[in-house]
């Protein structure tokens, strides 16, 4: 009776445990009426319709299908095109003003892999599409060198005890997910952007790893060691998180930019980052993780005025 006692006191109070795990983060996903954005796991997607002639016959079904990927790299198209690739600027906008940079994008997108083929009972064929933001031969290519990025001298891993990365809270502020967006202090000052990252880590993983989390969810709760214990409902993450297992975890202030995509912090804050030398290392191996709200709806606006395209990566922090 006693063993069962507390066998029944134990699963009594794993329950408060189980619930505490309910909450976490999650991928930040724009959608749009053409595709999507998945600004978490780094693809821009889409999916187009194929229908063979009424009179194909047997080669029917391969016609729907070539139909329906032609249909789906066009849509891709204009999902990339919406992209932003800072505060400032979006991606139709350099393949308006750059010949390059339009055939390079094109080229991306023609490159598109075939991730769902779905065929119904009438012959049409649904095809999914799927293109890198960042990685191998991704859409972060062509913008390097626009945005300034360079390689960076990278010392050994810091001691353990030293901050792994930075996680900025941005709720609440209507931040904008964007390629290469911005770190500013409360007087405009970089913190962090496009000329302190390390080239090799923005474009293996992007230069900031985006989640959404529930409102009410506290970060200490979501990220670093104390979101790593083992609990009944949790098994261990199969790798360490992006910002690592000891993370500075702060509140952004406010939006910046034209699109809305750079981040404000306090002075305090940019001051803990720039005094310490461990975490400015982390910065440039592209640890950080900013959590925004759900996106709801597709991409705000479309190519805003032209003055913008070649503003600086990084504008004043007027609003």
């Not at 794993?14 to 999507?36: C, D, N, R, W, Y």
């Not at 390079?104 to 997108?109: I, T, Y």
């Not at 034209?258 to 940019?270: E, P, R, T, V, Y």
């Not at 640890?287 to 705000?300: F, K, S």
Request: proline share 8%.
């Amino acid at each position: 009776m006693l063993v069962g006692a507390a066998i029944g006191v134990c699963a009594l109070g794993a329950a408060p445990m189980a619930l505490a795990q309910t909450a976490k983060p999650a991928p930040l996903v724009e959608q749009m009426s053409s595709g999507s954005v998945n600004w978490t796991s780094g693809w821009v997607k889409a999916t187009g319709i194929g229908v063979p002639p009424s009179n194909a016959g047997p080669a029917g079904k391969a016609m729907a299908q070539r139909a329906a990927f032609s249909v789906a790299v066009r849509n891709l198209l204009e999902v990339v095109k919406g992209v932003r690739i800072d505060a400032a600027t979006l991606v139709e906008n350099y393949m308006i003003q750059n010949d390059v940079i339009k055939s390079q994008v094109s080229g991306f997108v023609k490159g598109a892999q075939i991730e769902k083929t779905n065929e119904s009972p009438d012959g049409s064929v649904e095809v999914l599409v799927k293109a890198p933001l960042w990685g191998v031969n991704s859409l972060y290519d062509p913008f390097l060198d626009q945005m300034g990025v360079q390689d960076q001298k990278l010392p050994p891993e810091p001691a353990e005890d030293s901050y792994t990365g930075l996680v900025i809270d941005a709720r609440g502020l209507g931040l904008k997910p964007a390629c290469f967006p911005a770190v500013l202090d409360d007087k405009g000052e970089v913190v962090y952007g496009p000329k302190t990252v390390d080239r090799a880590a923005a474009q293996k993983d992007g230069m900031v790893h985006y989640m959404s989390a529930p409102k009410g969810a506290d970060l200490s709760s979501l990220f670093g060691d104390s979101a790593y214990i083992v609990r009944p409902v949790q098994t261990p993450p199969l790798a360490p998180p992006r910002e690592g297992r000891k993370p500075l975890k702060i509140k952004g202030g406010d939006k910046a930019g034209a699109l809305k995509a750079n981040i404000i912090i306090s002075s305090d804050d940019a001051k803990k980052i720039r005094d310490d030398s461990t975490l400015s290392v982390a910065l440039k191996r592209s640890r950080v993780t900013i959590v925004t709200d759900p996106l709801i709806g597709g991409m705000e606006g479309r190519a805003p005025g032209f003055e913008h395209l070649l503003a600086a990566v990084v504008p004043d922090a007027a609003r």
